[in-house]
């Protein structure tokens, strides 16, 4: 077996539960305060890697109390922390989040996310060059997100981008990526003037769109081909599209086809919303097993 690169963010999570959120100005008070790890990069390397997968982190963490926090929470799901550097003089990044009214709403600080550097990624090349796949977010600097494609491009390494936060990106990072995965907003600003089917048939295989409730459209030949979600109660969106990124890529890792690879996604991201925190609600590989099997 082979094994999956992530190179992205980890930060600590700071959330506020609270019956709604405060208008401008306005204090009310919360209910409870939840510390737990996140990060777009970290959050799908513990969704890959709780599905099985071999798995590394190449990223940056603080010398501090949640960078210590983080690579412990990270080892405890399987991810392989080897590239994972700790920096003095740099806080590990924090994202801090209000969750009410049933959704969430995020402020994050980088941090030692910032320092994720080509210098970095040099040093973990060695693994980054053998893996199944790569997979990128926006939470690093976006010179080192160009650098890397180039690097996997040249090597012929799969590349999978998840295009969030969202920012412009460059024409070519779409040609030589494998993979990006944008929700329906973030495709309507990446494919300006190109409504959704164009997209979908114009970069068939290539581009795999959540469009929330719907659950995922990709283009096949000719075709967009609509990949149903699961209903399911939910807790706490935070992290749903990370498990679904991981899922995804521990799919296409293993051989599954992108119809399958996606089905499997979304049973994970599904159980994922019935928790709290982005990587607290991630499942096991046997409970998303045990869903698709009462879902045929």
């Given at each position: 077996?082979?094994?999956i690169?992530?190179?992205?963010?980890?930060?600590?999570?700071?959330?506020?539960?609270?019956?709604?959120?405060?208008?401008?100005?306005?204090?009310?008070?919360?209910?409870?305060?939840?510390?737990?790890?996140?990060?777009?990069?970290?959050?799908?390397?513990?969704?890959?890697?709780?599905?099985?997968e071999?798995?590394?982190?190449?990223?940056?963490?603080?010398?501090?109390?949640?960078?210590?926090?983080?690579?412990?929470?990270?080892?405890?799901?399987?991810?392989?922390?080897?590239?994972?550097?700790?920096?003095?003089?740099?806080?590990?990044?924090?994202?801090h989040?209000?969750?009410?009214?049933?959704?969430?709403?995020?402020?994050?600080?980088?941090?030692?996310?910032?320092?994720?550097?080509p210098?970095?990624?040099?040093?973990?090349?060695?693994?980054?060059?053998?893996?199944?796949l790569?997979?990128?977010?926006?939470?690093?600097?976006?010179?080192?997100?160009?650098?890397?494609?180039?690097?996997?491009?040249?090597?012929?390494?799969?590349?999978?981008?998840?295009?969030a936060?969202?920012?412009?990106?460059?024409?070519?990072?779409?040609?030589?990526?494998?993979?990006?995965?944008?929700?329906e907003?973030?495709?309507?600003?990446?494919?300006?003037?190109?409504?959704?089917?164009?997209i979908?048939?114009?970069?068939?295989?290539?581009?795999?769109?959540?469009?929330?409730?719907?659950?995922?459209?990709?283009?096949?030949?000719?075709?967009?081909v609509?990949?149903?979600?699961?209903?399911?109660?939910?807790?706490?969106?935070?992290?749903?599209?990370?498990?679904?990124?991981?899922?995804?890529?521990?799919?296409?890792?293993?051989?599954?086809?992108?119809?399958?690879?996606?089905?499997?996604?979304?049973?994970?991201?599904?159980?994922?919303?019935?928790?709290?925190?982005?990587?607290?609600?991630?499942?096991?590989?046997?409970?998303?097993?045990?869903?698709?099997?009462?879902?045929?």
């Amino acid at each position: 077996m082979g094994h999956i690169s992530v190179i992205g963010s980890c930060n600590m999570d700071l959330t506020v539960e609270a019956d709604r959120r405060p208008l401008a100005g306005e204090t009310v008070m919360g209910k409870r305060l939840i510390v737990s790890p996140g990060g777009k990069g970290a959050n799908q390397a513990v969704a890959a890697a709780r599905l099985g997968e071999e798995v590394y982190m190449v990223g940056c963490v603080g010398r501090d109390a949640y960078g210590s926090l983080m690579l412990d929470a990270l080892k405890k799901s399987g991810v392989k922390t080897d590239y994972v550097s700790v920096l003095d003089g740099v806080d590990t990044g924090t994202a801090h989040i209000i969750l009410a009214e049933g959704d969430n709403s995020i402020i994050v600080l980088k941090g030692a996310n910032d320092r994720v550097s080509p210098q970095v990624v040099d040093e973990a090349f060695d693994i980054i060059r053998t893996s199944d796949l790569v997979m990128l977010q926006h939470e690093i600097p976006m010179d080192t997100i160009g650098y890397i494609i180039d690097r996997c491009y040249e090597e012929k390494v799969p590349v999978m981008l998840n295009p969030a936060p969202y920012m412009d990106i460059p024409k070519e990072w779409i040609d030589k990526v494998t993979y990006i995965t944008p929700n329906e907003h973030e495709a309507a600003l990446m494919f300006q003037g190109m409504d959704r089917d164009e997209i979908l048939k114009s970069h068939a295989g290539k581009v795999i769109m959540t469009v929330g409730s719907e659950g995922v459209l990709y283009g096949e030949g000719n075709e967009v081909v609509h990949v149903p979600g699961f209903h399911v109660p939910v807790v706490d969106t935070t992290g749903a599209g990370d498990t679904f990124n991981g899922a995804f890529a521990a799919g296409r890792a293993e051989g599954l086809s992108i119809r399958e690879s996606i089905r499997f996604a979304n049973a994970a991201a599904a159980l994922s919303v019935g928790k709290i925190g982005a990587q607290g609600g991630m499942p096991w590989r046997n409970e998303v097993e045990e869903m698709l099997s009462c879902k045929k």
